[in-house]
T-cell receptor, first 114, second 115 residues
């Protein structure tokens, strides 16, 4: 296992288009998180899954955003009708479901909306 | 809600020690974390400290925790050019457990190491 994998690494899209990102967590991790990071800021929490269940969503996650983890393994994050303000780095992380265990991050997907 | 604050920038000479500071607000946090982010990359966990500890040392890294003042620091001894990166402190938010919960990050401190 080589760690958390995110695809694509970079995505440029026109305003109004839909985009989908994929995250493959570390295989034995049952928790998966999505964060968004804009330039000069720390990552901000978007949502997380325990197995296939989406347990929490931030109010940053507008109706245009949807995340799934259908089989409790990989996850997808879809943004519909993209806006320029959606331009950011989208980071995925995974961890065990146990107190004190660390979250491992992927390399992120950088989205640019033009 | 939780709020984590850091100074934005630190410049040191190679070989000197670097000290990166962080203040946090959630006194119930059981763990506090330091992450490193190199340009264009994801976050790498450097170290973490349990809230019942005052200090943790890991090779060149020393973490100090002052729970009374809610102050966390990361000291990097013998700083090298490869240490140039953005450093984030983070605390779990929304619960009493550690890594199993979402994290609130500071804005990050950009460390620049000069020759």
């Amino acid at each position: 296992d080589t760690g958390v994998s995110q695809n694509p690494r970079h995505k440029i899209t026109k305003r109004g288009q839909n985009v989908t990102f994929r995250c493959d967590p570390i295989s034995e991790h049952n928790r998966l998180y999505w964060y968004r990071q804009t330039l000069g800021q720390g990552p901000e929490f978007l949502t997380y899954f325990q197995n296939e269940a989406q347990l929490e969503k931030s109010r940053l996650l507008s109706d245009r955003f949807s995340a799934e983890r259908p089989k409790g393994s990989f996850s997808t994050l879809e943004i519909q009708r993209t806006e320029q303000g959606d331009s950011a780095m989208y980071l995925c992380a995974s961890s065990f479901d146990a107190t004190g265990t660390e979250a491992f991050f992927g390399q992120g997907t950088r989205l640019t909306v033009v | 809600g939780e709020d984590v604050e850091q100074s934005l920038f630190l410049s040191v000479r190679e070989g000197d020690s670097s000290v990166i500071n962080c203040t946090y607000t959630d006194s119930s946090s059981t763990y506090l974390y330091w992450y490193k982010q190199e340009p264009g990359a994801g976050l790498q966990l450097l170290t973490y400290i349990f809230s019942n500890m005052d200090m943790k040392q890991d090779q060149r890294l020393t973490v100090l925790l002052n729970k009374k003042d809610k102050h966390l620091s990361l000291r990097i001894a013998d700083t090298q050019t490869g240490d140039s990166a953005i450093y984030f402190c983070a605390e779990p938010s929304g619960g009493l457990t550690g890594g199993g919960n979402k994290l609130t990050f500071g804005t990050g401190t950009q460390l620049k190491v000069e020759l």
